[in-house]
């Protein structure tokens, strides 16, 4: 079947194809298939889900799918670490040209003065999102920092949803994993019934709202009592490609975050290992996963319990050794101590 092994497969360990899904599971099933069974699929080998037998090389072995599993968890990861990066600069980059807007405005082209438009206090802000909540027709995008909302937050957008909602609008919401603790929430959703799906993330971007792919609204600063009003197609277009592109890598809030793969590390954990792992100081990493200070510190402190570390140096040597600072290749070695149970 010459035919078939030069059959293009464009899809990632992630979403496999019918047939490429069929020879995987029969070769975990069995330990191995005959290497002419895996011809019609070539994804198997160039993804490295399958790989030759170095006892009899016409047969393949499969990869362990916790081995897979953790390779997936760890490209998500660096790929929301990448958009945040871009999307902070984008940010910076916004700020600093509406600055020079204001310094010079006559030198602004006609039909640009509105393309990015400074909301100095809450006052404005409130009333441009006011006016954009009427202007909507199809759809909101929104990314929520910050961990759990609080309650304040969700009464103050409330009167806006429940218009977008009673109008049709389609609402899609970001949020960071730690959000799911947050009764407010459950409860807004649960309001807003299936006019809203959430996504969550170990971390997101700063807050970002997006209406109808035509206006946006980003912070000004950093108690966000200013915010930048975007109207200019390629700005906006950029921002709903960097939420498309987060929404694809989120899990939604009705499913159950994965294993990380590593007895005795919880999700998070690996999260903060990971922070950790890049020299982050503790409020740092808190702000960027939602969470507080004193619940970071705790995290870190049962990181250091299950890996056996008994100093911030150790735990960076241990966090390495057991492929919690990278890609992982294989099931991590077990830390000295004996491990508890998975924390949740």
Sequence with gaps: MAGHATERHPHGA???????DRVYSRAVRRGRVPRAEAE??????????LHPDPDDMDWLVPTSPQEV??????GVYDEVTQSQR?????????????????????????????????????????????????????????????????????????????????????????????ARHGQGLLTYLELMGDAVEARTLDEVIDRLILFDRTVAFIPANTDRTMALELRHPALVEYLVTVFERLWRLAIPLT?????????????????????????????????RLGISVRTC???IARLSETLGATSRTQLGVRIAQVGLDGPSHGPAPAPAPAQPELRA
């Design 14 to 20: 992630d979403r496999l194809c019918g047939p490429g």
């Design 69 to 74: 599993m953790t390779r997936l968890l760890r």
């Design 40 to 49: 019609p699929v070539p994804c198997l080998l160039e993804l490295a889900l």
């Design 297 to 299: 510190r705790a995290h």
């Design 86 to 178: 871009r999307m902070g600069s984008a940010v910076a980059a916004f700020d600093w040209y509406a600055g020079l807007g204001r310094q010079l405005p006559d030198l602004a082209p006609p039909g640009e003065g509105t393309a990015i438009r400074v909301l100095d206090g809450l006052t404005r802000i409130q009333a441009a999102m006011d006016e954009a909540t009427e202007a909507c027709a199809t759809e909101v995008l929104t990314v929520q920092p910050g961990g759990i909302r609080r309650e304040a937050e969700l009464t103050e957008g409330l009167h806006r949803a429940l218009e977008l909602r009673g109008r049709g609008v389609r609402m899609r919401d970001l949020y960071t994993h730690v």
């Design 255 to 287: 499913a159950p975050l994965p294993d990380t793969g590593i007895e005795g590390i919880s999700h998070r954990e690996r999260a903060i290992a990971a922070l950790l792992a890049e020299g982050h100081q503790d409020a740092v990493i808190a702000e």
